[in-house]
């Protein structure tokens, strides 16, 4: 969404450590391992140079869900046989690396391996993104040891460049805005790759489902009854493959109480629908390590994730993120303290 952050381009980003749990990916270069399955999403761009970085075996606490074991092997993983990695050694990684960023895309309903990831974050004194819905930023302890210890970190739950939950969140924020009483919404999601497939587990889904309500909910002029709200993961179609599908429809009535309603069919590529988010997300990040500013970045943090701890309307997010690039670029410190203070104000 962003080309130049702070004088960061894309092409600057760098993976210097990576990790994962797979057979087909721990042990090689990350070059390589992209392209591995169950990796499913369309491949635009192949000539990858070699990395030199070898993914290592991490840590899996409660990182996929057991019925992923029963599947073909080419929707489902296959544990590796390395040793699991000590938080000692991630930290060691991320250290000799010289990582500025960790980046947590863990699978929905890794409440511990979330966690796990996120203290090795504040002890290798790296940034953190937070892009699944275990809440961390959004979490006033968590938020509390990242301004501690002067770490910045944005989360949680990374919000598409056009998904779901910006497309839901805009319909329900123009019901608002032209008089339109929402009386009862529901989004239906469907996708084949091996995030749907680990959200077939329900008891995984607690957060996710939690996360996708409330971004919608913080936009409504009158919260819903839970009966008249139904959004979260629906199926795994494996076909689909990377593709996802989503389906909302939207009850009101307008003046008169005359009944008006809305379906919309939205068909996107999931992966790389988050991916430019994520690129916009390490940036900001970098931009406060340059300051020496760190705790949760709210303005960002509001922009680009669904569950952030300060929940706006995405033309006050986005103005918000625009004022916090503009601010973090210029270096003025003054005003950077002062964003700070009054998001935090904001946030107690």
Request: hydrophobic content about 40%.
């Amino acid at each position: 969404m962003h080309w130049d952050i702070g004088g960061y381009l894309p092409s600057d980003i760098e993976v210097v450590a990576a990790f994962d749990i797979d057979r087909r990916k721990v042990g090689i270069d990350v070059s390589i391992a992209i392209f591995q399955p169950p990796n499913c999403s369309k491949i635009f761009c192949k000539d990858i140079p070699k990395t030199k970085v070898i993914v290592k075996m991490g840590k899996i606490l409660d990182s996929y869900a057991d019925h992923m074991n029963y599947y073909n092997k080419e929707y489902t993983f296959i544990l590796s046989d390395q040793k699991e990695s000590t938080q000692e050694e991630i930290i060691q990684e991320l250290k000799t690396s010289k990582a500025d960023i960790l980046i947590n895309y863990l699978p929905v309903g890794s409440e511990k391996a979330a966690k796990f990831y996120a203290e090795c974050a504040l002890k290798a004194k790296v940034g953190f993104i937070n892009c699944m819905p275990v809440f961390i930023a959004s979490n006033p302890i968590w938020a509390e040891k990242f301004k501690r210890d002067n770490i910045p970190i944005i989360g949680d739950d990374i919000k598409s460049q056009l998904g779901a939950t910006i497309v839901h969140r805009v319909l329900t924020n123009l019901f608002k805005k032209r008089g339109v009483k929402l009386m009862r919404t529901y989004q239906l999601n469907t996708g084949g790759n091996t995030d749907f497939l680990n959200m077939l587990d329900r008891h995984r889904l607690a957060s996710k489902k939690q996360s996708k309500t409330e971004a919608v909910q913080s936009q409504t002029k009158t919260r819903l009854k839970n009966e008249n709200i139904h959004i979260g993961p629906s199926d795994w179609v494996p076909w689909q493959k990377d593709n996802k599908i989503c389906f909302i429809r939207m009850e009101g009535n307008i003046f008169g109480d005359i009944p008006i309603d809305i379906e919309l069919r939205l068909s996107v590529e999931d992966s790389p629908n988050s991916a430019g988010v994520v690129i916009d997300a390490i940036r900001c990040i970098k931009l406060a390590l340059d300051r020496n500013h760190g705790g949760v970045l709210y303005n960002p943090s509001s922009y680009f994730m669904k569950h952030p701890p300060i929940q706006y309307s995405d033309d006050e997010a986005f103005q918000l993120t625009e004022e916090f690039i503009n601010v973090f670029s210029g270096a003025k410190v003054s005003l950077i303290d002062k964003m700070i203070k009054q998001n935090e104000q904001s946030a107690d």
